[in-house]
């Protein structure tokens, strides 16, 4: 199978290609028990047949065993990007149907794995199933394709990145969260704006939109390490706890969650174990509690110290995009050096700054 990577014009009907993971969007109610249970992906196409009113030829795949968003691992991950390398030249974008619960971590997960990505990948989902009347699905899925299907007037691709749609906004992946389990509107992006608002129209915020710079090939890199660690610090949390979680065998990456922007408690025991454990090579990246905003070590002397002990920030990046970015680093053959270096580095639209192509970061011995 082969993938060019240069973004395609498109002179043709667009092709879209749907893949189906799981979640609610395809799921029935059980008449006996009431739960939400996955249901065939025919069912999920025969309920919605305005499918066919677009102008776009739509193909579609389905996970062999449809999965609630929570059962999702790197494995499946890999098995999402694969269905886009697979069928990168025959389509000219696609859509990944996907439960809401983890949506955030695969969409940021597939924008690390898809290097030199130049085509829409737009995951998507639902809060009620597609069979139930006041469904959100439906439309979900319509917008989506559309999305998937967009070009501008050269005919080049609208949006070519891994993106969330939902109900009212396009965000970029890993950008966004789920924060509503009540809400249709289930998601937000506290750190970036929405690259488009759907109404009557789909309004793209064109400047907010990452186009691959690179004419290299889509390149996947599928490794993740799995040995990582969240601890979410509160008032009170005991040293004996803390020794436990940074002492734990095999461990090679801890996200803080600290306070505001950035800060912990400055106690000695907990200073001297976080530079110890930095010493054995742990990577501890901080994060912020907060959902806007993002982490300052430098403001207050409460997050200075963390930043003398060695640990690094995290900036404005959500704890999604930094727990997937800490799994991608520490998968990748590289330097202690290396990844703290890159945790900093915007790699795939993750940090407001300047990006690094997957060559540079390959290349680039002023990294090692
Ligand atoms: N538990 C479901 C899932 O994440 C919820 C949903 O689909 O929205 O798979």
Redesign the pocket.
């Known amino acids: 199978m082969h993938n060019s990577s240069m973004p395609t014009m498109i002179n043709h009907e667009p092709k879209v290609l749907i893949l189906y993971t799981?979640?609610?969007?395809g799921?029935v109610e059980n008449p006996t028990t009431g739960a939400?249970e996955p249901l065939d992906f025919q069912h999920l196409a025969s309920h919605v047949p305005e499918m066919n009113q677009l102008h776009v030829l739509v193909d579609t795949m389905q996970f062999e065993q449809p999965?609630?968003?929570?059962?999702?691992k790197p494995e499946h991950w890999q098995k999402m990007a694969e269905v886009v390398v697979e069928n990168y030249d025959y389509y000219d974008g696609f859509v990944i149907l996907?439960?809401?619960?983890?949506?955030a971590y695969s969409a940021t997960a597939l924008s690390f794995i898809l290097q030199n990505l130049a085509k829409p990948v737009i995951f998507t989902?639902?809060?009620l199933p597609i069979g139930v009347l006041r469904t959100d699905g439906k439309e979900n899925l319509i917008t989506a394709i559309e999305i998937a299907a967009a070009h501008d007037r050269i005919g080049m691709p609208m949006v070519p990145e891994v993106c969330i749609f939902f109900q009212s906004y396009l965000f970029r992946g890993n950008r966004s969260k789920?924060f509503s389990a009540e809400q249709f509107n289930?998601f937000s992006s506290p750190n970036y704006p929405p690259i488009a608002e759907v109404g009557v129209h789909i309004n793209y915020a064109h400047h907010y939109i990452r186009h691959a710079i690179s004419t290299e090939k889509l390149t996947p890199c599928y490794n993740f390490d799995q040995n990582v660690v969240v601890l979410r610090l509160f008032p009170g949390i005991s040293p004996s706890i803390v020794r436990s979680v940074l002492n734990i065998h095999g461990l090679r990456g801890l996200v803080l969650e600290s306070f505001g922007t950035g800060n912990a408690m400055t106690d000695d025991w907990f200073i001297e174990e976080l530079r110890s454990a930095v010493d054995r090579g742990l990577v501890i990246v901080n994060t912020s509690q907060c959902i806007g905003g993002g982490v300052e070590m430098s403001r207050y002397d409460t997050g200075n110290r963390l930043k003398n002990a060695g640990v690094i920030g995290g900036g404005e990046m959500t704890t999604e995009a930094v727990i997937v970015k800490l799994m991608f680093l520490l998968g990748q053959d590289y330097s202690h050096e290396k990844v703290c270096k890159l945790m900093n580095t915007n790699l795939a639209g993750e940090l407001n700054e300047k990006s690094l192509q997957w060559k540079e970061i390959n290349d680039s011995t002023t990294l090692l």
């Open positions: 799981g979640g609610t969007i799921m939400h999965l609630d968003s929570s059962n999702i996907h439960g809401t619960d983890t949506m989902g639902s809060q789920k289930a």
